[in-house]
Nanobody, 124 residues
Framework: QVQLVESGGGLVQAGGSLSLSCTAS????????VAWFRQAPGKEREGISY????????YYRESVKGRFAISRDNAKNMVYLQMNNLKPEDTAVYYC?????????????????WGQGTQVTVSS
């Protein structure tokens, strides 16, 4: 019954914004680091943003710095990814994932719980 569910994906024009949400059920997110990953067609899955359990530390892939912002609301058992100034190269399936431990690691292999993904498509 441990579950993560993403929402908020969709089709937007370049320069637009989307806000993704990740909702956990079956466990409390407040002791887990969470990350957002994405996978574009024909490419490997890559980590784009990470946040520790208390929002003390955040990390971003260089290509999204200044455009994306990760945040969390542990009282709601949710994590968010605000995406601004979207580019066509941001088109991908976006996944949230939670780690067993509260501190961030960058490898997807360190994350134990995964959502099903939500599609983000950015048109030019």
């Amino acid at each position: 019954q441990v579950q993560l569910v993403e929402s908020g994906g969709g089709l937007v024009q370049a320069g637009g914004s989307l806000s993704l949400s990740c909702t956990a059920s079956g466990f409390a997110l407040d002791t887990h680091a969470v990350a957002w990953f994405r996978q574009a067609p024909g490419k490997e899955r890559e980590g784009i943003s990470y946040i520790d359990s208390r929002s003390v530390s955040t990390y971003y892939r260089e290509s999204v710095k200044g455009r994306f912002a990760i945040s969390r609301d542990n009282a709601k058992n949710m994590v968010y990814l605000q995406m601004n100034n979207l580019k066509p190269e941001d088109t991908a399936v976006y996944y949230c994932a939670a780690r067993t431990w509260p501190t961030v690691e960058v490898s997807e292999n360190d994350y134990d719980y995964w959502g099903q993904g939500t599609q983000v498509t950015v048109s030019s």
